[in-house]
Nanobody
């Protein structure tokens, strides 16, 4: 069974940075994986993703140029480097496949103050 554990969230001021981590147990290799977020009062949205076996990277427009998705040297780790954070980036961040194929983890809270 796949288990996803996210970490690295916190409270930062606008313009600050955070690096989120995801560890996936039960998966041998992370190829197609993604970061999602759920903002207060909104539905969960996909923020950044590896697709096509990991050869393509996609971002939603609002984070392009500020967020970077990457994989760790350990094959079951995923990261999201977030720079230039804005209050609208506030939410709970999750990792999962680009189609949400696995059970959702607890997520990690990111709060950006203005």
């Amino acid at each position: 069974q796949v288990r996803l554990v996210e970490s690295g969230g916190g409270l930062v001021q606008a313009g600050g940075s955070l690096r989120l981590s995801c560890v996936a147990s039960g998966i041998i290799v992370i190829n197609n994986m993604a970061w999602y977020r759920r903002a207060p009062g909104k539905q969960r949205e996909l923020v950044a993703a590896f697709t096509s076996g990991g050869s393509l990277i996609n971002y939603i427009d609002s984070v392009k140029g500020r967020f970077t998705i990457s994989r760790g040297n350990v094959k079951n780790t995923l990261f999201l480097q977030m720079n230039g954070l804005k209050p609208e980036d506030t939410g709970v961040y999750y990792c999962n496949s680009p189609i949400g194929a696995y059970s959702w983890g607890q997520g990690t809270q990111v709060t950006v103050s203005s």
